[in-house]
């Protein structure tokens, strides 16, 4: 075990002195709170700008949905959104991005703006534009300034401006995006944003131009408990953003390993196994979501990338993936990670050995399940590589 994970245990309280003083079970409650409590951390994400700028598309692209899905934010070229929406993740409901009331029109005045929708229940604000911003955009930025909240400039269907760029003679991609992020920054300075940071994004190819740096700049801006929440809701957008993913779980490993440990102290026959069934069932149903590779989020992707499912998920080698997590899946996936059979039966046959047996078992059941846990997240980590590969043709 690595010296970091017990670094993270510190980060729970009560977790290292409970094991201290051998009592685990005490740790296993304590780290199961706090996995619960990280997993429902809310994250409301504020989507504003003027009308036609783009919001309900971001709104959906962020959320991996197209514009024409069922629970996808009405687009339309006039306004579409009259009043404060708020639409959840597919998979995470504790995140909701809000899709707002274009600023400046009749039933929301840019000086009434950030009343009228709430602004107090917003972690941060994004604030679009298609073309120019506005002295409306600056007026709300620095309105939501005031109040201590953080905003970000995005400047949406950078697609549609670099494909009309490229019917030029002297076309250079990396020129034209400059022309258009300097042309924002000097706009906005001249209306009163000192030092502003604009994004470039196109919601139809989040992997293409600034929403990477988007994403890194919220992750570096955000209260240490809400990056996680804000990484397992982003698209995977480029091989980085999977990588982390991985990183993130793995830190958690060594906390459902314990859990897995409580279970074995009760001698009960069979009762560890179905403990770590039942945790295995949760936190891989997890893995495969924040990775994409479920079912509905695979086939949203092949309607977005126009790339076959069946294409997609034939470069799919975990068994888990593109499938419905169940005990008796996870149980027939457990027998064949080398040596863990071998492992299960020690362990139920070690808790009815008088004395030592129930700390043998308990170190059995934290090893299996570190190791199966550690053996199915490699795979899904890798899979969601291969699965992002293949939808954008490389």
């Not at 269907?157 to 250079?172: L, S, V, W």
């Amino acid at each position: 075990m690595e010296d970091k994970d017990y670094l993270y245990m510190e980060l729970i309280p009560g977790v290292k002195e409970a094991l201290q003083n051998n009592d685990t079970a005490a740790a296993a409650a304590k780290i199961e709170e706090n996995l619960k409590q990280q997993n429902n951390i809310p994250l409301n994400i504020a989507i504003t700008g003027e009308s036609g700028s783009g919001k309900s598309t971001f709104v959906n692209a962020f959320r991996g949905l197209c514009d024409d899905e069922e629970g996808a934010a009405p687009t339309g070229v006039v306004e579409t959104t009259s009043e404060v929406t708020p639409y959840p993740h597919p998979n995470y409901p504790n995140v909701k991005l809000w899709d707002l009331p274009g600023i400046g029109t009749t039933e929301f005045p840019a000086k009434k703006y950030l009343k009228l929708v709430g602004f107090e229940k917003f972690d941060f604000f994004i604030i679009i534009s298609a073309t120019r911003f506005t002295e409306n955009d600056v007026k709300l930025a620095q309105e939501i300034q005031k109040m201590k909240k953080k905003f970000y400039f995005v400047r949406s269907k950078i697609d549609n401006d670099i494909n009309a760029e490229r019917r030029k003679r002297d076309f250079n991609e990396e020129k034209s995006l400059k022309v258009i992020r300097d042309d924002c920054v000097q706009r906005l300075g001249g209306l009163g944003i000192g030092s502003p940071q604009v994004f470039l994004v196109s919601s139809f190819e989040l992997h293409l131009y600034d929403f990477s740096l988007l994403h890194e700049t919220l992750d570096g801006d955000l209260p240490s408990n809400k990056r996680d929440t804000l990484l397992f809701v982003m698209p995977n957008i480029n091989p980085e953003i999977i990588r982390k993913k991985k990183k993130t779980f793995k830190r958690r490993l060594y906390w459902l390993a314990t859990l897995s440990a409580a279970g074995a102290a009760v001698p009960l026959p069979g009762l560890s196994v179905a403990v770590d069934l039942a945790l295995l069932v949760v936190a891989v149903t997890h893995y495969v979501h924040a990775f994409g590779l479920d079912i509905p989020s695979l086939k949203k992707l092949s309607d977005r990338t126009g790339v076959p499912y069946a294409d997609l998920c034939a470069v799919i080698i975990s068994q888990l993936a593109a499938a419905e997590i169940t005990t008796e899946l996870l149980l027939k996936v457990l027998t064949q990670v080398e040596h863990t059979a071998t492992l299960i039966a020690a362990e139920e046959a070690s808790r009815f050995i008088p004395i030592v047996g129930i700390p043998v078992a308990m170190g059995l059941s934290f090893i299996t399940t570190y190791k199966v846990l550690n053996v199915i997240l490699s795979e899904l980590a890798e899979d969601a590589e291969k699965v992002f590969e293949k939808a954008l043709g490389q």
